[in-house]
């Protein structure tokens, strides 16, 4: 079945650091999307791609970066990791025939220290 | 500027009970709508949506959406609610002509025995 998947599940880091988050579909969508979830706000997005090479800033995409150099790869770098980008974070995709939804990885819980 | 807003935090209602989650929108244009739900430690996972023709909704595990244009609501709702519905719901919109989701900052659903 396809599916969606995240890697690290639980990540420690220290303030500085460069840290990257995976995301791994096998849909064979073409848009896939990063979010990150905070009490009190919901979910804001950080970055998302429409395909290969491409890459697009979000709400909340400063000390985010993204790449896209296949279809089933997104990865999330926070070059410099703060301990304000303490959270979870999740991964999304969607494509053909339906646009519009999208389907959820089951996230990396980030904290910095 | 674009929103969804859910006005409950939390709700809670005995098991049998009918249960009603709210959410209202500012999505200009005739926007796509989305309910999404996510159990402890989960992503989200799709329930339902609105795209257009009925304003009554069905989705997975028996829940229901009546989109109001009028009131500018969509509101998540189950006739009977069952202890496993205990979850976190998200109402989610999208412009029809944009690419970019509008989050609502969530409803904990809490069912009582």
């Known amino acids: 079945d396809a599916e969606i998947t995240q890697s690290p599940r639980h990540k420690i880091t220290e303030t500085g650091r460069q840290v990257t988050l995976a995301c791994h579909q096998t849909w064979n969508h073409n848009n896939m999307f990063w979010y990150r979830q905070d009490l009190g706000h919901g979910l804001r997005l950080i970055h998302y791609?429409?395909?290969?090479?491409?890459?697009n800033k979000g709400e909340v995409s400063d000390g985010y970066s993204v790449s896209r150099s296949n279809t089933e790869d997104l990865p999330l770098t926070l070059e410099s990791a703060a301990s304000s980008q303490t959270s979870v974070y999740f991964c999304a995709s969607s494509g053909t025939p339906d646009q519009e939804t999208q389907y959820f990885g089951p996230g990396t819980r980030l904290l910095v220290l | 500027a674009q929103s969804v807003a859910q006005p409950e935090d939390q709700v809670n209602v005995a098991e049998g009970n009918p249960l009603t989650v709210k959410c209202t929108y500012s999505?200009?244009?005739?926007?796509?709508l989305f309910w999404y739900v996510q159990y402890p430690n989960r992503g989200l996972q799709f329930l339902l949506k609105?795209?257009?023709?009925?304003?009554l909704v069905k989705g997975s595990y028996g829940f229901e959406a009546e989109f109001n244009k009028s009131q500018t609501s969509f509101h998540l709702k189950k006739p009977s609610a069952l202890v496993s519905d205990s979850a976190l719901y998200f109402c989610?919109?999208?412009?029809?002509?944009?690419?970019?989701?509008?989050f609502g900052t969530g409803t904990s659903l809490t069912v009582i025995p």
């Open positions: 989610v919109g999208l412009r029809n002509t944009g690419n970019q989701f509008y």
């Open positions: 609105y795209i257009t023709g009925d304003n």
């Open positions: 791609s429409y395909g290969v090479q491409d890459t």
């Open positions: 999505v200009s244009g005739n926007p796509y």
